[in-house]
């Protein structure tokens, strides 16, 4: 049998299959996931899901039964072992599986700490697959004790369920600040004040020394000599690419499996899409790590793969949920220099990231409106006067027009 093949049944490959039919493509066409369910959103595994205000069933990007209607042989439980690019097979589970044109859509692992300093105590868990969810939600019982490590948004939306269910929580950030990797000081301050607000005890500049316990984890020692008792803990310290399968078939990794603007990869028969893939961006490469870039550049590479010659230009756009407030965000911050502050009401507020005149991106709490007129502004290419931003009592809109 051979036709296409997808590696990665996760968003990107989900987007990807269903690209192919909707362009026509009639052929063979194999999803293989290792997980064991059809392809969900990972978004409400630290949010809803996470608090049980969301049912599984509602986490699945498309019912089972789309698949089949579609004629896609989705492979669940199925980890592929090895691809063969000479001889245009993939490996799994002992069938090997033939291919004319293959799709890498792996995501990427989550980052764990090592067995030496704790982190394989029971009682540690990671937050990316639906899996790793379902096996902490027991431990979330008011009066219990968390310790969160790492401030990045993955960390704080964990921490600000846990807070909601009750879970006296603390947590840990190596570096000055929360959010730092990703964030303007002024966005950092807006959720230090709200997590504050809500009981979390956030310490920045302090790191785990080393989780203590006989078997399930019970205490954390940390790097400015204090020690915690805890019941439970989650590591959030950041992804890596799932490049496994691509560094063992040879192909280029440059931060992700390295594509050029179709998506194709080293090797001309081999696609990649989504978390595991770098690509070509104002002459370095980037790697996005959010669901509409899994969905946009999966679209891009399927219709490539039916031999368009559509260049992927992303459109970034993210956003998280904490307590009651929604962060959107649009555009990359890369090499800002100056915060502008547009006030809102209540806990509403934008920060709008310049390099010298050029509008970057908008950070916008509980402000759609800030948030998507600036995210049409950066897609224009059209970058408002500072002045104006700052102003309250401009109305947005009209820099729309300008
Ligand atoms: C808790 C959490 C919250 C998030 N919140 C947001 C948010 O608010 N907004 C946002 O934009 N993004 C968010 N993200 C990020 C977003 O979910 C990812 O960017 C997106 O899922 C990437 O899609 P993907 O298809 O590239 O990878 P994934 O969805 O991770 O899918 C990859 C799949 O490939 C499978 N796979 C890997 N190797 C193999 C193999 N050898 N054989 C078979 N299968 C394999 C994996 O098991 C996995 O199922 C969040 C992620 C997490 C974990």
């Known amino acids: ?35 064991p369910v059809p392809p969900y959103q990972r978004p409400p595994l630290s949010k809803g899901y996470l ?15 789309f698949y089949e209607e579609q004629g896609v042989s989705l492979r669940l439980g199925a980890e592929v072992s090895s691809i063969d690019p000479s001889a245009k097979t993939v490996t799994v589970a002992g069938d090997v599986i033939c291919y004319e044109q293959l799709a890498l859509t792996t995501g990427s692992v989550p980052r764990r700490l090592p067995a030496s300093i704790g982190g394989d105590l029971q009682g540690v868990f990671v937050v990316r697959t639906l899996q790793d969810v379902d ?13 969160i490590v790492g401030g990045g948004y993955i960390g704080l939306e964990a921490a600000a369920v846990a807070s909601k269910l009750g879970v006296h929580v603390t947590l840990v950030e190596m570096a ?76 280029e990794i440059d931060n992700g499996i390295a594509v050029d603007a179709l998506g194709r990869t080293s090797d001309p028969a081999i696609w990649a899409a989504g978390d595991c893939s770098s690509f070509p961006y104002r002459g370095g490469r980037l790697r996005l790590e959010s669901v509409p870039n899994a969905i946009d550049q999966a679209e891009c590479v399927a219709r490539n793969m039916l031999g368009g010659s559509e260049e992927y230009v992303p459109k970034p756009w993210f956003w998280s949920d904490q307590y009651d407030v929604k962060l959107q965000i649009a555009g990359l911050n890369t090499g800002y220099d100056r915060i502008i502050t547009r006030p809102g009401d209540g806990q509403s507020v934008s920060f709008w990231y310049y390099q010298g005149d050029a509008l970057l991106a908008v950070d916008a709490m509980n402000d ?6 600036g995210k049409r502004l950066i897609e224009a290419g059209k970058s408002p006067d500072p002045g104006v931003v700052a102003d309250p009592g401009v109305d947005l809109k009209a820099l729309l027009k300008a």
Do not use: N
Not at 51 to 65: D, H, I, Q, T, W
Not at 135 to 147: E, K, N, P, Q
């Open 135 to 147: 096996a902490m939600a027991a431990s979330f019982t008011d009066g219990a004790r968390v310790l």
């Open 51 to 65: 608090l049980g205000e969301m049912a599984l069933e509602r986490l699945f990007l498309r019912p089972e039964s």
């Open 176 to 251: 000055d600040r929360i959010l730092q990797r990703v964030a303007a000081p002024e966005t950092s301050d807006y959720f230090r004040a709200l997590h504050t607000s809500h009981g979390v005890d956030i310490r920045e500049g302090v790191g785990l020394d080393r989780l203590l316990g006989e078997g399930q984890v019970t205490a954390a020692a940390l790097t400015d000599g204090t020690q915690l008792d805890v019941d439970f803990v989650i590591v959030g310290v950041g992804i890596a690419p799932d490049t496994q399968l691509a560094e063992g078939a040879g192909l």
């Open 368 to 373: 759609p409106r800030g948030y998507m007129i």
């Open 1 to 35: 049998m051979t036709g296409i093949v997808v590696i990665g049944a996760g968003q990107a490959g989900s987007s990807l299959v269903a690209e192919l039919r909707k362009q026509g493509f009639e052929g063979d066409l194999t999803l293989i996931g290792a997980e």
